[in-house]
């Protein structure tokens, strides 16, 4: 094998946080050679973001390296001493980084082409013109379909598929030897993640450069890399070339996330953790997972339960229509059909996914179930009442009824409100509980039933991990002892260890209260894992619907047969 191209040797990177000092990194280390992906797996907070923002030079104040050495060659100095102005020179030139988030990456006031325009001028001394030439191409090349209309474009004109392809664009504008991408398609659906991830295996053969790959997903990875790093709590525990790491892995760690993602082969009663590996010889971990599988027979048997249960939703053609032009009398002309015609029903106690591209109209949809935002036409029916006659009066008393999960929960949590009050607020409205004492007692007994612990409760958002602060949702939610709730994207954020976690909590919670959930997500594999029966979205109309496994392994239309081979090993 030729010299490597990076080596991370024996780095530790500690941050102080009221004035104690934690580590984030523990003598991590790992070589990347030229023309090779490297993939950088483990959960959140495990070091992996952290390493790679090393190698850039673009730590936090707060993070202070204890140790370490960084070399990139041909230079002969190690990168954690280089002072600024000698890494702003490599920076976008020989190293470049496509951010998780390409929204907030982007200046939202600068138009797309120009930003990467800057990128080029900052390291080349070449004309305008011949720079704006060059984005075009590039535009070209990453498979945006108006490039001319992109690079004119700001940031919220273009969908997160194309935000994405910019921000590839913009790390290749300098031709590097090395691309960092941290989590680039997490928040993408199925079809453009398959797409981005085919884009960047064929631009790193095309423009010759090595990718270091970070993702929490198992499934992205074992498509793109070589070679696999898998890292627990700041340290390497594990690495190898992609197929033994795969097939053979040796850590119980690794072992542990391999198998937290839905299997396509199996369908199991609930998900295995980390943490059921972690304390387990192999074959206790054997016997453990095969006690998870549900036999041919106990899942018809639970689809004939399904079939005899009374219809809790019944929703009739429903739709959303928003106007899209207008002439000069201001009559709408051309309309935009985010849910056209839709029409279906949930049977108690059951749970229906709903899955298709992003902008189908699954979130639309769900909110308008929920009369969150109001349907053009069709009838929402819910245990027998129409919920579009009723009153804002009317709509308040059934709330408590009807539920819903954000895909996003520290962004639909209030962060000046103390959890334990976020958690009792929806109490307060609807008159749930005697007194203030009674209701504090309700939360803490929620908050155990989801896993958190009882001096939690005077905490504040921004204090939570991202799977803590879902749990809270889900304790919120809950608190209202709701029938039915509608899952939009809820557990899409979260790592797979942390994922499975919340999903076996949703199954727990449903059996214990006898729940009815829409489940809205892009992820094929969790929704095989979790669903009764599935729906299937595009744009705006529902093109297929059936039993999860009559889906999966026979669907009629093609589109639904394109959104399960986008996934499939």
């Excluded at 970070?214 to 700041?234: K, T």
């Excluded at 744009?539 to 496994?549: C, D, F, P, S």
Aim: proline letters at 4%; aromatic letters at 8%; a negative charge.
């Amino acid at each position: 094998m030729s010299e490597p191209l990076l080596t991370v040797e024996n780095l530790s990177i500690a941050f102080t946080t009221d004035g104690e000092e934690v580590l984030a990194v523990q003598g991590a280390g790992f070589d990347l050679y030229p023309g090779e992906v490297l993939g950088i797996v483990g959960e959140s907070g495990s070091g992996k973001s952290i390493t790679c923002l090393s190698i850039m030079g673009l730590l936090s104040e707060k993070a202070k390296v204890k140790s370490g050495l960084i070399y990139f060659r041909p230079l002969s100095e190690n990168l954690l001493h280089c002072k600024e102005e000698a890494l702003q020179k490599i920076r976008g030139k020989d190293i470049s980084m496509i951010f998780q988030e390409p929204m907030s990456s982007l200046n939202p006031v600068h138009r797309c082409g120009e930003q990467v325009v800057e990128a080029i001028l900052i390291h080349r001394k070449i004309s305008y013109e011949a720079a704006k030439a060059e984005v075009i191409d590039l535009f070209k090349k990453v498979q945006i379909r108006d490039p001319f209309r992109a690079f004119s474009a700001y940031p919220h004109e273009l969908s997160g598929g194309q935000l994405q392809r910019v921000m590839i664009a913009m790390a290749l504008a300098n031709k590097p030897k090395i691309i960092i991408a941290d989590e680039p398609t997490t928040a993408l659906d199925v079809t453009v993640q398959h797409g981005i991830l085919d884009l960047l295996l064929s631009l790193k053969s095309d423009f010759g450069c090595a990718v270091i790959f970070i993702s929490h997903d198992l499934g992205v990875i074992r498509r793109i890399a070589d070679r696999v790093v898998v890292m627990q709590r700041g340290r390497v525990v594990e690495s190898g070339d992609t197929e033994t790491i795969f097939s053979n892995a040796t850590h119980a760690y690794t072992k542990g996330l391999i198998a937290c993602r839905p299997p396509f082969d199996q369908r199991l009663k609930r998900l295995p953790t980390v943490h059921d590996f972690l304390e387990r010889t192999d074959e206790e971990q054997s016997n453990f997972l095969y006690s998870l599988i549900q036999s041919e027979a106990e899942y018809q048997d639970r689809q004939r339960q399904i079939m005899l249960c009374d219809t809790v939703l019944e929703v009739d053609h429903l739709s959303k229509w928003y106007v899209k032009e207008r002439n000069w009398y201001g009559k709408a002309t051309a309309y935009t059909k985010a849910v056209d015609d839709v029409s279906f029903q949930m049977k108690k106690g059951e749970i229906l996914g709903l899955v298709g591209e992003s902008g189908c109209g699954k979130s639309t949809l769900g909110r308008c179930i929920l009369q969150l935002i109001p349907p053009t036409a069709g009838r929402v029916m819910y245990e027998g009442i129409n919920l579009r006659k009723l009153g804002d009066t009317g709509l308040r008393n059934i709330r408590k009824d009807i539920q819903i999960i954000f895909q996003d929960p520290f962004s639909s949590l209030n962060p000046k409100m103390k959890i334990g009050e976020a958690i009792m607020e929806p109490m307060l409205v609807h008159g749930i509980g005697t007194d203030y004492e009674d209701r504090r007692l309700r939360v803490l007994d929620l908050m155990a039933r989801v896993g958190l612990k009882a001096e939690f409760f005077d905490r504040y958002p921004h204090q939570f991990s991202g799977g803590q602060r879902q749990r809270i949702s889900i304790a919120r939610t809950l608190s209202l002892q709701p029938k039915f709730i509608v899952c939009d994207e809820s557990v899409s954020a979260l790592d797979v260890s942390v994922q499975a976690q919340v999903l076996n909590l949703l199954l727990d919670l449903k059996n214990e209260f006898d729940l009815s959930y829409l489940f809205i997500s892009h992820d094929m594999g969790v929704v095989k894992f979790f669903c009764d029966r599935v729906m299937v979205m595009e744009q705006g109309k529902l093109v297929e619907i059936g039993a999860v496994e009559s889906i999966f392994h026979d669907a009629q239309h093609p589109y639904t047969q394109k959104l399960i081979q986008a996934v499939l090993p």
